[in-house]
């Protein structure tokens, strides 16, 4: 609501000079990317730019109308994605960055790259924002994926909630997450039993081995539950390499690792979960 009465108090002083990016906006975002070809696409994206291009040359003059129009409803989806990339590119404040993620929420997945989705909220995240209702609209597919090249690795749906909702206090996602855990397909419920396991909260750990025993919760799911929660090991190299390193290096291992997107980052979040399991005591 405050950020609402504020924008609303920004876009009323812009109108105050006849300005108003709401006609422009729905002239420009009339569009699918997912509906249409690479060609089609190629032909209307230089129109997004102009429209970059125009809101930076003025931000004192269009920045509150395009904050109050990311608030809106009934904009095209792609706009509220497209035009939270463009908050972003011109503000750091807290503020923004919340209304950014407002208007992602708004987004449509189908339309978007997955991987730029996830690296923006994990930022947003790592930042103190909290992402989690854009973060949990990825439960809705659960083949939510992208794939990382460089280091041959894909980062499945279960990684993807992992890296965006792990850096906040799990306060702000343990309920809801449980609260959907029985309304999501099999894959997302995975998902989110590979978030909790991550996490290693005793709220989060309560509802993975309740679904251990869950006769109403598909087999596969039981089963993966049972298997992760098996996951205590820690390699010879893991062991060698632990006998040196503190708590306060290994938090900072753990932070560090949900900043970045290989395989070797997501090894040291292995080995830091399974240790800190460890010292986590839920009697």
């Keep these: 609501?405050?950020?609402?009465?504020?924008?609303?108090f920004l876009h009323i002083t812009t109108l105050s000079f006849g300005q108003s990016l709401k006609v422009e906006i729905d002239n420009i975002y009339n569009f699918k990317p997912s509906k249409m070809t690479d060609a089609e696409q190629e032909k209307k994206f230089p129109s997004l730019d102009?429209?970059?291009?125009?809101?930076?040359?003025?931000?004192?003059?269009?920045?509150?109308?395009?904050?109050?129009?990311?608030?809106?409803?009934?904009?095209?989806?792609?706009?509220?994605?497209?035009?939270?990339?463009?908050?972003l590119s011109l503000s750091e404040t807290n503020f923004d960055k919340k209304l950014a993620v407002i208007a992602i929420t708004k987004c449509d997945l189908d339309d978007i790259s997955q991987k730029l989705y996830v690296t923006t909220l994990n930022r947003l995240s790592n930042e103190g924002i909290?992402?989690?209702?854009?973060?949990?609209?990825?439960l809705a597919d659960p083949n939510f994926s992208f794939f990382i090249p460089q280091h041959v690795l894909t980062f499945n749906q279960g990684y993807?909630?992992?890296?965006?909702?792990?850096?906040?206090?799990?306060?702000?996602?343990?309920?809801?997450?449980?609260s959907m855990f029985k309304k999501v397909e099999q894959g997302s419920q995975k998902s989110i039993i590979t978030t909790f396991w991550?996490?290693?909260?005793?709220?989060?750990?309560?509802?993975?081995?309740?679904?251990?025993?869950?006769?109403t919760v598909d087999k596969e799911v039981r089963d993966y539950a049972?298997?992760?929660?098996?996951?205590?090991?820690?390699?010879?190299?893991?062991?060698?390499?632990?006998?040196?390193v503190g708590k306060n290096e290994l938090d900072t291992l753990r932070i560090e690792s949900l900043k970045r997107f290989s395989d070797e980052a997501v090894d040291e979040l292995d080995m830091t979960t399974r240790v800190l399991r460890h010292d986590l005591n839920c009697r």
């Design 130 to 138: 909290d992402v989690t209702n854009a973060a949990i609209k990825i």
């Design 50 to 87: 102009k429209f970059w291009d125009k809101i930076k040359a003025d931000t004192t003059l269009y920045l509150p109308s395009l904050r109050f129009e990311l608030n809106e409803p009934n904009h095209n989806p792609y706009f509220y994605y497209d035009g939270a990339g463009l908050l």
């Design 1 to 8: 609501m405050q950020i609402r009465l504020t924008i609303l």
């Design 226 to 244: 049972k298997k992760i929660m098996g996951y205590t090991n820690l390699s010879k190299d893991q062991k060698e390499y632990l006998k040196d």
């Design 198 to 215: 991550f996490a290693y909260t005793c709220k989060g750990d309560s509802l993975i081995k309740s679904v251990m025993v869950d006769k």
């Design 160 to 178: 993807c909630l992992t890296y965006m909702l792990l850096p906040q206090n799990p306060k702000s996602y343990t309920d809801t997450l449980i």
